[in-house]
């Protein structure tokens, strides 16, 4: 108020003041003397006042009752002109606030006064504002006479004057209230007596100040008034209105809560007065029913009045916001009133302001919760915030289902709407539009129900439009629709509302847990984990907050669901699907932030029920809590199967077609714009709130996978969907609006599974699991029929594995558990996912960079390598495939960095078994030889010993055998890869061992490796032997060739290698064992015939039984064996059981020996040759102190047998000759040394003599089938005992020698089968290990001398096996000897041999001692085949060559022969034996051996065409001969028959002319001389004498010989002269 205490205001307000004196002295000069003396007076107190103080404000106020009295005086002539000026004055004195209290009360009684005279009463009211609002003199009667003043000039009839005096009574209330509230701010600071009990008695109100008491008691009077009492305070009230008075109580509760709430007195008032009103004043809505008769009650039922009633929910309202924690028991009322007021039988209007009044509690999200609290959680009262929700379900689904009654202009209100549309649509207008260019609002539309949905208010505010209706008095008619769009929003603003609410709390107890305690549990666990030290008064606000929250959810969750379920299913608007479905997804998040399961799955269910076709069989849904409000029937028509719905599916537009995924579909289903809708939302929902999910991630999956099924997104690389096209028909349609779509859902999805990766681990696993149950639903469905399996939940596996690599051990186990169930699957297509999401998530496991590595975590790499091994345990190839090709790639990838994963790598390879196909061995083959050839080195020394098993095992395999035979390769390259690194090898095997050995101390158990006590390196090579042994026994030939040349060269090459000691495990364990089940396999081998080898493979008929085909594995390993004990001798002998090993060895020689088989039995005694030849170890004596490692005498195989890349000898730090040196030092006496020697040669005389008399006796019974010993069998045989005899000639005795007679002469008496070629022997040169020549000559020259002597004698020896055994030998030696001498004979070296051979053949053949007598035929038979043998020789061995040899020893031959073939008689047999005892078989090999001789197609040196023709004159010469004999002979004989031998001959004698002049002219004719026609002519006289003879055979001979001779016929040459004939 400066403006008015500044001097020219004071100046200005005294002139003011004279001029209205002066003007109502004027006015009033003539009517009103009296009026006009006072304003007189007036004036001159106005100037003295003026002129005495200087406060002229406040002394004005002082007399200001003197100072107004003209003006009031004036009023009070009731003069129009006088009353305006004096009211004038007297508001210009208010405003400068100099009246008085008195004064104001004298002003008062005049206003009153011109009141009841009516007039002036717009002027009046202006003043009684005026004065009110200036200042606060006005009290008490005074006061309450301005306020009855007011409120009569309301109920005047003037309409203008009417509505001023209303707003200005509003506006006097007001200030009541205000000077009130400006009161308690003064005395704020003095601290009140609180007054301990609001006084009962409503009058007093002593202890109230004076502005509080007027406001009390103003109050006070408006609640007598409402309820048509008299008032206590407001005196002189004549008339009042409900409406009005309803307005301003609503008004000061709403204005002046405070008012109530610090002052007790007034919120008595409220309890006592004002709840109790407006509960009497409802009275008439809630006993009104709509349509019910009034006959039926007794007393007439007062109608509901819109006015009040609407006022009367105002005051409802203000009264639950502001004081519903002074008044819980009435609000609980008020509240159910509410609710009541919804229901269906009460007025259209009163329902559409019930639910307006409901809105605006509904955007108070503290109010609900306060609600909550005050009843809800309460024992005994009702769930008020549980039925508030309910209300709103019941109110929308009443909406839907009773056509809207009540006032009578709804039913044309579809005229509101600017689509003229039916009210209901006909339930078939299914198609997309109902008609052409019809916009469609948006709206609900169920069962035929058509309700639009109207714009009402901005989300969040509860903006009403009927409870603002205050002018109307009639109630309005509510538009179709408004009443459902209100109460739709009001349950978006209820969930908006209570989620933010709750959320942002929560949110504060977290961050606050989060700052308090370090680590603090997860928002869905209890916090009761947390520390309860620091939290505990936090604790219990937590828990008392979280109680509040709960309960609010679970109070309202049904009733929401309800209703919003059923408004998504009404729903035809995009925007409220929206709505919708965004509210139910708040919940849903919400629920499962505060751990409510079953609301939670509730809100869920709902959303994936509106994702899928109605009535979709997807029993996750149809087991759960849903409260679904609707059962609605499809009908299937025809084949379309066009689901025709009465419900509001038909507004819905059809975006896609596709199957349903069941075992048996039936039919198509559809999808619908909102179901594509609702299936994003899921996305949503999964992708933001996953964490919170928990189980019902079942439910969001398994609907995803229907949804992803029916729209035919099929999984690629790396789990992601793709849309594909359906598989199976045609069946699968989309709208290019879904397709656009489609790649955006698709990408949604797989970010979904991408957002794992921020999951915490709780939440994570309850995704895989959801996921494995997924996927086994899936499986089920594919069980037992090929058809596209949904592969959804495996896809995903993989996608959610990859992505949350950096934790994958905490979900490795159950995801690989399940993925190796899914790849056991019977349909191919669903195991091909399985193992392709199980080998991508091992690779990438693999290549992930983890922290820490996988080098430094060993326990992980095994981890994600145990599934690789784990899919060995299934048995479909197709799985089995991948999971190599999985192999080989990490081999490729990662082979440098396994570790300690390569036993389970390898275990893989090796877990491949014979039956599985050969692709698979292939494949697995395929890495084993990419693990040898590349990761050896790189691999621990502890799983050398696995590959060699996985490469043995590989060579066990039978279904390729070249993948045995390589695998023998590798085991070889093994060997040698052991060979170069040995040393590193044998260093980490020992640390290993060592370790080992530590850890199975302390564990007190005993170590258990093979080969144990052998060190680490040598059970390795052991390993490796046994490996290459099982393979000597392969049941296929091939590999037992392979393996055995393999061990043996390996046994040779690197057995150097070996701690002395291990060779003792190599002798028994290795090579006995296998001796032993190879003699074993032989002796019982199948002997029936091999038709082929497989394929087109010939089998040599020296290999078609099985028989034959272990005959040759024996010998290859007999040899072997015998190789290793001859070249390692002096390694073995030293090991103190050499003399039982020698003695095994022999049994095993001997056995074969005597085995029924040739070959086996021959090569038998090659070896028994071989080990005999061993040199006996140098003596102490002969010997340097160490040998060089070099210079040792007897391994002469390492350097020949090594294999590639063996650059550098390895040379082991007690290298052999340090070991040598070692073994035979001082430690062994000599003698032993000798007697031990001695001992093995007596045993080996021993198996000789066993061998020698079991192979030779004669067989008890004859049959076809009996075995005789071959002849080089026996010559070898014999030929061992020279050797043999020379270390042991010291000790050989009588009895010896005649066990020595026994055999030579059973030997010789063995008869040779027919079909042994007795001479082709097999050259033992590998057994000779000095100069071969040097070895042949001194055999030759000494064998000669030596056997010549027996020879000649023949049978003057004093035992006949003495000849035969030197042929014998002659023979065999002869036949090594002789090459070797044809090739040096240039040399000069076997000069003095070729005329020592001749004489000795000359002697043996012709020789000069007669038979014994006794000799039978048969021996003499047998004799002779000897001598024929020897022939046989001769052609063989020596004319062949003859241009290599000397002429004279030729000639010698050649001469030999003629006389052999020209019958040399024995004169001592009878005439009867005579024809047996000429040698005529001799003869005939002689003469067909001259024959052959004779002369050669293919001369190609002058040497032999002088053979040739020397034999030819040699055959010609002995025809001659032996024709004139027979002829001579014939003619002498006379009638007498010539001996048969003599006939034989003559015929074969003609048979070889007509043979020889046949050949001749074959010939060139340069390559035959003139002496030899000569010769040949020179026959034809004698052969025509032969012609008398009487023997018919020779006569036909003859006749065959005389042929020929016509190309002899020629007229003779006439001589030619001068070149003319």
């Keep these: 108020m400066s403006g008015t205490n500044s001097p020219e205001a004071v100046k200005k307000l005294l002139e003011n003041m004279q001029s209205d004196l002066r003007a109502l002295s004027l006015e009033c000069k003539k009517k009103f003397p009296p009026v006009k003396e006072a304003a007189e007076s007036g004036i001159i107190k106005v100037k003295t006042i003026a002129a005495r103080n200087t406060e002229i404000l406040a002394a004005l106020k002082e007399n200001s009752s003197e100072v107004v009295q003209p003006f009031l005086m004036g009023c009070g002539t009731k003069e129009p002109k006088i009353t305006q000026l004096c009211l004038a004055a007297i508001q210009r004195l208010m405003s400068h606030e100099v009246v008085s209290e008195t004064a104001a009360g004298n002003i008062i009684n005049m206003l009153w006064q011109l009141m009841e005279n009516s007039l002036e009463e717009l002027k009046l009211l202006q003043t009684v504002l005026v004065l009110l609002t200036t200042n606060t003199v006005v009290h008490d009667e005074a006061l309450s006479k301005a306020i009855v003043l007011c409120f009569r000039l309301h109920f005047t009839k003037d309409n203008i004057t009417n509505n001023t005096a209303a707003a200005t009574v509003r506006q006097v209330v007001t200030v009541v209230f205000e000077r009130m509230v400006a009161e308690d701010e003064r005395h704020r600071d003095i601290l009140e007596q609180p007054v301990l009990q609001a006084n009962s008695n409503r009058r007093s109100v002593s202890t109230l100040k004076p502005c509080a008491k007027d406001a009390y008691m103003l109050f006070q009077d408006l609640c007598q008034l409402v309820n048509a009492d008299a008032p206590y305070w407001l005196v002189g009230m004549t008339e009042m209105t409900r409406t009005f008075g309803l307005e301003l109580l609503e008004s000061v509760l709403n204005d002046f809560p405070q008012v109530f709430l610090q002052h007790q007195e007034f919120s008595f008032l409220l309890k006592e007065r004002v709840c109790p009103l407006v509960i009497k004043l409802f009275s008439p809505n809630i006993k009104f029913r709509q349509g019910s008769s009034t006959s039926s009650s007794p007393a007439p039922v007062e109608k509901p009045y819109f006015p009040i009633c609407m006022r009367l929910l105002r005051v409802v309202s203000v009264l639950i916001k502001q004081f519903y924690s002074l008044l819980v028991t009435e609000c609980e009322i008020f509240l159910s009133l509410l609710v009541k007021f919804l229901d269906a039988d009460k007025p259209q209007w009163l329902r559409a302001v019930a639910v307006e009044s409901i809105h605006r509690l509904c955007v108070q999200p503290q109010l609900l919760r306060s609600f909550c609290q005050s009843y809800d959680m309460k024992q005994h009262s009702t769930k008020v915030f549980r039925d508030i929700v309910n209300a709103l379900g019941s109110f929308i689904q009443s909406l839907f289902l009773v056509p809207p009654t009540g006032s009578p202009a709804t039913t044309n209100q579809a005229g509101n709407n600017n689509s003229g549309g039916p009210v209901s649509a006909p339930a078939n207008s299914g198609m997309v539009g109902i008609g052409g260019g019809v916009t469609l609002l948006p709206a609900f539309e169920y069962r035929g129900t058509w309700i639009p949905i109207l714009t009402i208010t901005v989300q969040g505010s509860a903006k009403a439009t009927y409870l603002e209706m205050l002018d109307k008095v009639e109630p309005p008619t509510i538009p179709e629709g408004y009443a459902m769009s209100v109460a739709f929003h009001c349950l978006l603003d209820l969930v908006r509302g209570i989620t933010s609410m709750i959320e942002g709390e929560l949110g504060e107890v977290e961050t606050e847990c989060q700052t308090t305690t370090e680590g603090a549990s997860s928002p869905t666990q209890s916090s009761e984990q947390q520390d309860l030290q620091s939290t505990s008064d936090q604790m219990d606000k937590e ?564 028989e034959k085909q272990w005959a040759e594995t024996w010998v290859l390993t007999l040899a072997g064996v015998a190789r290793i004990f001859n070249t390692r001798r002096y390694l073995l002998q030293p090991l103190g059981d050499f003399s039982r090993a020698w003695d095994v060895l022999l049994d095993h020689i001997q056995s074969a020996a005597l085995s029924k088989n040739n070959e086996v039995s021959l090569a038998a005694l090659k070896s028994f040759q071989e080990i005999l030849q061993i040199v006996s170890p140098v003596r102490d004596s002969d010997k340097p102190e160490t040998l060089p490692v070099v210079n040792v005498p007897v391994p002469v195989l390492i350097g020949s047998i090594s294999g590639p890349g063996l650059s550098r000898p390895f040379v082991r730090t007690d290298s052999i000759g340090e070991r040598l040196g070692r073994y035979s030092s001082s430690e062994t006496p000599i003698v032993t040394d000798e007697l031990e020697d001695l001992n093995l040669w007596w045993a080996a005389w021993n198996t000789w003599y066993r061998i020698g008399s079991e192979s030779t006796k004669p067989p008890i019974t004859f049959d076809k089938l009996t075995f005789i010993p071959s002849q080089p069998f026996l010559t070898a045989l014999i030929q061992i005992f020279p050797a043999l005899y020379q270390h042991i000639k010291t000790g050989f005795n009588m009895d010896d020698l005649q066990k020595l007679g026994v055999i030579l002469h059973s030997a010789v008496s063995v008869p040779i089968s027919s079909d042994a070629s007795p001479f082709i022997l097999p050259s033992y040169t590998e057994a000779v290990l000095t100069s071969l020549q040097e070895a042949v000559l001194t055999a030759l020259d000494v064998l000669q001398k030596t056997l010549r002597v027996p020879l000649s004698l023949k049978y003057s020896c004093p035992s006949e096996s003495t000849w035969k055994l030197a042929v014998s030998s002659l023979l065999k030696v002869l036949s090594i000897g002789l090459p070797v001498a044809r090739q040096h004979a240039s040399s000069g070296k076997f000069d003095s041999m070729w005329p020592e051979l001749a004489n000795t053949f000359e002697d043996f053949l012709f020789t000069k001692s007669i038979p014994p007598d006794n000799l039978s035929i048969q021996e003499f038979q047998r004799n002779e085949s000897i001598d024929v043998e020897v022939v046989q020789l001769i052609s063989t061995e020596i004319l062949p060559y003859a241009n290599f040899i000397p002429k004279e020893f030729v000639g010698q031959i050649m001469t030999m022969l003629n006389k052999g073939s020209i019958h040399s008689q024995s004169s001592s047999f009878t005439e009867a034996e005579i024809d047996i005892r000429l040698r005529e078989e001799f003869s005939k090999m002689c003469f067909e051996t001259l024959l052959q001789f004779s002369f050669s197609s293919k001369v190609t040196t002058p040497q032999e065409g002088y053979i040739s023709r020397m034999a030819l004159s040699v055959l010609l010469k002995r025809s001659q001969d032996v024709l004139h004999r027979y002829i001579e002979d014939e003619r002498l004989s006379g009638k007498c028959p010539l001996p048969r031998q003599q006939v034989t001959e003559i015929i074969f004698v003609l048979k070889a002319v007509s043979t020889l002049i046949d050949s001749l002219k074959k010939t060139q004719p340069e390559n035959v001389d003139g002496n030899t026609w000569a010769q040949v002519i020179a026959l034809y006289p004698t052969l025509v004498e032969c012609i008398t003879c009487s023997s018919s055979e020779v006569c036909s001979a003859l006749k065959e010989a005389l042929v020929p001779f016509k190309d002899f016929m020629q007229p003779p040459a006439s001589k030619v002269q001068n070149g003319e004939s």
């Design 543 to 1106: 828990i008392v907050s979280r109680a509040v929250w709960e309960e609010m959810v679970n109070a309202c969750w049904c009733g929401l669901l309800a209703a919003l379920s059923l408004l998504l299913d009404a729903s035809t608007d995009e925007a409220a699907t929206e709505n919708i479905l965004k509210a139910e997804l708040t919940m849903a998040a919400l629920c499962g932030r505060l751990g409510l399961v079953t609301s939670r799955d509730a809100f869920i269910t709902a959303i994936c029920k509106g994702s899928l076709p109605p009535h979709y069989a997807l029993t996750v849904l149809n087991t759960t809590t849903a409260a679904t409000l609707s059962n609605k029937s499809y009908s299937i028509q025809g084949q379309s199967v066009m689901m025709i719905s009465p419900s509001s599916e038909s507004h819905q537009q059809v975006v896609a077609v596709g199957q349903p995924l069941a075992v048996q579909p039936q039919g198509t289903v559809m999808l619908t714009s909102k179901n594509i809708q609702c299936m994003r939302t899921l996305l949503n929902l999964a992708h933001c709130h996953g964490a919170v999910l928990g189980t019902s991630w079942q439910l969001v999956l398994a609907t995803l996978q229907h949804l992803v099924w029916i729209l035919g997104l099929k999984p690629s690389s790396g789990g992601a969907l793709k849309p594909g096209r359906a598989v199976e028909g045609p069946s699968t349609v989309l709208t290019t609006a879904v397709m656009t779509d489609l790649p955006v859902i698709s990408n949604i999805l797989s970010r979904l599974f991408e957002s794992s990766q921020y999951l915490d681990d709780v939440s994570l696993h309850h995704l895989i699991n959801a996921l494995c149950s997924l996927s086994l639903e899936a499986m089920d469905m594919a069980y037992g029929n090929n058809k596209e399996p949904s592969l959804f939940a495996v896809a995903k596996l993989l996608e959610t594995g990859l992505v949350n690599m950096h934790r994958i051990e905490i979900l490795w186990r159950p995801l690989t558990g399940h993925l190796l169930e899914v790849c056991q699957h019977p349909n191919s297509r669903m195991r091909e996912w399985g193992a392709e999401a199980l080998t991508s998530l091992i690779k990438a496991g693999l290549t992930f960079n983890h922290d820490p590595p996988l080098s430094q975590n060993q326990r992980l790499q095994l981890l994600l390598l145990n599934p690789l091994k784990e899919m060995s345990n299934i048995n479909h190839p197709d799985i089995r495939l991948k999971q190599l090709e999985c192999v080989l790639q990490i081999l490729q990838s990662q082979g440098d960095s396994l570790g300690p994963g390569w036993p389970l790598v390898l275990g893989v390879m090796g877990a491949i078994r014979n039956d599985q196909g050969e692709s698979l061995i292939r494949t697995a083959f395929q890495c084993l030889q990419l693990v040898v050839t590349d990761f050896l080195p790189t691999m621990p020394c502890t799983c050398l010993q696995i590959v060699v098993d996985v490469a043995g095992s590989f060579g066990l395999h039978n279904q390729e055998l070249n993948i045995s035979l390589t695998s023998i390769g590798l085991l070889w390259n093994i060997s040698d890869y052991f060979f170069q690194r040995g040393e590193t090898i044998e260093k980490e095997l020992n640390k290993e061992e060592a370790a080992q050995q530590k850890q199975a101390e302390e564990k007190g158990v005993v170590l258990n490796r093979p080969f144990h006590p052998a060190p680490p390196f040598d059970c390795l090579w052991l390993c490796l032997y046994a490996k290459l042994g099982e393979l000597c026994v392969d049941p296929r030939p091939a590999v037992r060739k392979s393996a055995g040349q393999t061990l043996f060269s390996t046994i040779g090459a690197h057995g150097t290698l070996l701690q002395h000691s291990t060779w003792h495990t190599v002798i028994w364990k290795v090579l006995f064992h296998l001796l032993d089940r190879v003699r074993e396999s032989s002796t019982t081998a199948d002997k029936e015939k091999i038709e082929s080898g497989g394929g087109n493979i010939l089998i040599h008929h020296s290999r078609d039984t099985a």
